[in-house]
C-alpha cells in the first residue's frame, strides 16, 4: 500500500522544484503533471500549468490497409455476422469501439433514401451498399436476444447478460484477433473521411469535437480545411 509523504516533505519537494528548471525528458516532466496538480489543490503551489502529454506518433492504417480490412469484413466470412458489421463501423465510419459496442437498434433509421446511421446529434450519416444489406441482415438476426425482455433488446450488439450490450472489451479483443489495429484504422478512416466531405461535417455526423476532425483535416491537407462550421441560429 502506497502512502502519501508527510506535508512537511511535500512542501520540501515543492521548494526544491521552485529552485530547479524540471528534467529535459517528456516522460518525466508530464509523469509529475500528478503532483502538481496535488500541490495546486493544496494551494501549495498556486501559479503551475503542465499541459496533458501529447503522443508523439499518430497510429495509422495505409488505405490500402483499410480498404482490403472493409473488403474482408464485408465481403467474406472472415468472423460472425455481427462482429462483421461492427468492424465495418470501426472502419468505414471511424467509430470507437465503446460507442460502437452501446449502439442502438433505433440508431439504423430507415428513410425513402435509403438506411442511415444516427452517430452524432445531426445529420445522419448514409449507409451504402453492400454494408446496407448486411446492417439489415443482422438487425434481422441479432444474437443473444432471449438475454433480453420479452420485447427484444434495445442494443445493437446485445450482450450475453440480460438487457445489457456486448461488453467492449469483448468487442476490443475480437476485433483484435481477427487482425484489426483499432486505433490505426479509427484514424485512417478519420484521414479519409475528412478528405471527402469538410472536417467540421464530418464532426457533427460522426460524434466529433471540431477539434479532432480539424486535426485530421489538417493532417491529411484537405481541401476543405478552410470550412468553418455554421453556427446555429436560434429563433425567438
Not at 502529454?53 to 490500402?64: D, F, M, S
Not at 469484413?73 to 470501426?90: E, F, G, M, Y
Not at 448514409?126 to 436476444?145: C, D, K
Request: charged residues 15%; aromatic residues 6%.
Amino acid at each position: 500500500m502506497i502512502t502519501a509523504p508527510p506535508a512537511a516533505t511535500r512542501r520540501h519537494v515543492v521548494i526544491q522544484l521552485r529552485k530547479a528548471p524540471l528534467p529535459d525528458g517528456p516522460t518525466t516532466r508530464h509523469a509529475i503533471r500528478t503532483f502538481f496538480v496535488w500541490a495546486m489543490k493544496n494551494r501549495t503551489c498556486t501559479n503551475i500549468t503542465i499541459g496533458f502529454r501529447q503522443a508523439k506518433t499518430v497510429p495509422l492504417l495505409t488505405q490500402g490497409q483499410r480498404l482490403a480490412m472493409l473488403k474482408a469484413c464485408l465481403t467474406d466470412d472472415i468472423d460472425t455476422l455481427s462482429h462483421r458489421v461492427a468492424a465495418t463501423l470501426l472502419l468505414l465510419y471511424a467509430q470507437p469501439v465503446v460507442k460502437i459496442a452501446a449502439m442502438k437498434s433505433t440508431d439504423v433509421i430507415l428513410t425513402p433514401g435509403g438506411l442511415r446511421l444516427s452517430l452524432g446529434e445531426e445529420h445522419p450519416a448514409p449507409v451504402p451498399e453492400p454494408f446496407a444489406s448486411l446492417l439489415t441482415e443482422h438487425l434481422a438476426s441479432r444474437p443473444n436476444m432471449r438475454t433480453g425482455s420479452s420485447s427484444g433488446s434495445p442494443w445493437l450488439f446485445p450482450g450475453y447478460r440480460a438487457g445489457q450490450h456486448m461488453h467492449p472489451n469483448t468487442l476490443m479483443m475480437r476485433l483484435r484477433e481477427i487482425g484489426i489495429d483499432l486505433l490505426g484504422a479509427r484514424n485512417a478512416s478519420l484521414r479519409s473521411l475528412v478528405k471527402e466531405v469538410p472536417a467540421p461535417l464530418v464532426a457533427e455526423m460522426l460524434g466529433y469535437s471540431y477539434q479532432v476532425t480539424q486535426k485530421h483535416g489538417a493532417a491529411a491537407a484537405d481541401p476543405w480545411s478552410r470550412y468553418a462550421p455554421i453556427a446555429p441560429v436560434r429563433v425567438n
